[in-house]
């Protein structure tokens, strides 16, 4: 079965780093596109970056360009986010996700906080 289990967060100052990971199993991790998404509390949960299958292309909501940074190892089923520069309004619950035979699937969620 599919299964998404990211780690990295925490609490972190204004204009601070973190570094997200999640690592994929019950998939072949390299022959699909990943995202991860964020949902702040009281609101919806939206699309952070996408990252292709082979890695070669990526994108990212506006607000996060220049700041965030989406990669994979395929070697180690894993997918990565960057992020630089955060901002309060960044802290959020971020989720990795798979779309796979038209599902949905989604990782336990880790807690980034930013706050001075």
């Known amino acids: 079965q599919v299964q998404l289990v990211e780690s990295g967060g925490g609490l972190v100052q204004p204009g601070g780093s973190l570094r997200l990971s999640c690592?994929?199993?019950?998939?072949?991790?390299?022959?699909?596109?990943?995202?991860?998404?964020r949902q702040a509390p009281g609101k919806e949960r939206v699309l952070v970056a996408s990252i292709t299958?082979?890695?070669?292309?990526?994108?990212?909501?506006?607000?996060?360009?220049?700041?965030?940074?989406?990669?994979?190892?395929?070697?180690?089923?894993?997918?990565?986010?960057?992020?630089n520069s955060l901002k309060p309004e960044d802290t959020a619950v971020y989720y990795c996700n798979v779309k796979k035979q038209g599902l949905n699937y989604w990782g336990q969620g880790t807690q980034v906080t930013v706050s001075s």
Not at 25 to 30: K, Q
Not at 64 to 82: C, E, H, P, W
């Open 53 to 83: 299958s082979a890695g070669g292309s990526t994108s990212y909501a506006d607000s996060m360009k220049g700041r965030f940074t989406i990669s994979r190892d395929n070697a180690k089923n894993t997918v990565y986010l960057q992020m």
């Open 23 to 37: 690592a994929a199993s019950g998939f072949t991790f390299s022959a699909y596109p990943m995202n991860w998404y």
